[in-house]
């Protein structure tokens, strides 16, 4: 039997060895570098490792960071898909439902969605008041002077901006009436009371039953809402 370099043992065979001559100092040079020299190596070795790891690691965090601060730049219709109440032609749709003038249903999806951004609220919620107020008649007008889509009354006229006075006119009567309700959101405590406010209901002796608007107002804007839906299935 010989020892094999590896530190096992191996049969002898006649004529055959697996022992190598050694033919220059080189061959055997690092059998006896110094204890010093091996572990400086490894130290080298495990800071070189450590390194990469941590230059790795750096440079995710900047790729995240800089990926989340370009999300941040982008306009927001590219981070967050515009909802069907935002897009005056799906509204416009719904709208012809209601009337039976497509040019009116186009004005008054343009309007409702522009006036809508403007003041932060949900066209839907603009148009479930309408649906309460008018049923989508431009032309209407309450016992009490009311006028339009929204019902505005003659006393607010010109006092928000608007391009026109005339109420029966569409985009100013809901540049009106979406004003309106938004300062009664602003100053009310909660959406319900908002649209109570909105609707005159201040005591409930305004109009019969005023306590219910809410409700319907609501109701006409989740309505609204299913059926701004059911044109994207």
């Not at 049969?11 to 400086?40: C, I, M, N």
């Not at 960071?65 to 719904?94: K, Y």
């Not at 979406?178 to 649209?195: C, E, Q, T, W, Y």
């Amino acid at each position: 039997m010989y020892q094999r370099p590896d530190g096992g043992l191996s049969r002898v065979k006649p004529g055959f060895t697996s022992l190598r001559f050694v033919e220059s100092h080189d061959q055997v040079s690092h059998l006896y570098r110094p204890a010093w020299r091996r572990t400086l190596a490894s130290i080298v070795r495990v800071t070189g490792l450590s390194v990469l790891l941590a230059a790795g690691t750096l440079f995710t965090y900047n790729y995240q960071r800089h990926a989340s601060a370009s999300l941040q730049i982008l306009p927001g219709a590219v981070i967050r898909a515009t909802s069907p109440a935002e897009d005056p032609f799906m509204v416009s749709q719904v709208l012809r439902r209601y009337t039976r003038s497509s040019s009116d249903a186009d004005r008054i999806a343009r309007a409702v969605v522009s006036e809508g951004k403007k003041k932060k609220i949900d066209p839907a919620m603009i148009l479930g008041i309408m649906l309460v107020e008018s049923e989508m008649n431009p032309r209407a007008r309450s016992f009490v002077g009311a006028a339009g889509l929204m019902q505005v009354m003659p006393f607010h006229r010109g006092r928000w901006g608007c391009n026109s006075r005339d109420l029966y006119d569409i985009e100013s009567n809901i540049c009106h009436g979406v004003s309106v309700l938004a300062d009664n959101i602003k100053r009310a405590p909660n959406i319900g009371v908002a649209l109570q406010r909105y609707n005159g209901c201040v005591r409930g002796k305004n109009t019969p039953n005023c306590h219910t608007y809410t409700r319907k107002v609501m109701n006409a804007r989740d309505r609204t809402n299913r059926q701004l839906l059911s044109l994207t299935d």
